[in-house]
């Protein structure tokens, strides 16, 4: 839970209010956000964010609230650089 509650912080939507106001529409988002990846729940819900960040807006201090940290794969190299051989005469 901590972490949908973290992941609509990111997102700017005020998530007591939400879950107030539209508990089942909460519940389904937060059983769905724990079964799939935050970006895939990002891409799947990304119109509907949009309005709910319109109806319940974060008033809070952002610097109040959690961090949410996605990992991001590191970029792998195009090419590699030859190794250059050794030679026992030098």
């Known amino acids: ?8 912080i990111s997102k700017k939507i005020d998530t ?16 769905l956000f724990s079964n799939v990846h935050p970006n895939s729940f990002t891409q799947q819900k990304l119109f509907l964010i949009n309005n709910i960040r319109r109806r319940f807006p974060l008033t ?14 590191k970029p792998k190299p195009k ?11 030098d």
């Open 1 to 8: 839970m901590e972490e949908f509650e973290a992941y609509l």
């Open 60 to 73: 809070e201090n952002m610097e109040t609230a959690p961090e949410v940290t996605i990992l991001k794969p």
């Open 16 to 31: 007591r209010r939400f879950e107030a106001e539209e508990p089942e529409l909460w519940g389904n988002w937060s059983k």
């Open 79 to 89: 090419f590699k650089v030859p190794v250059k051989p050794k030679n026992d005469g």
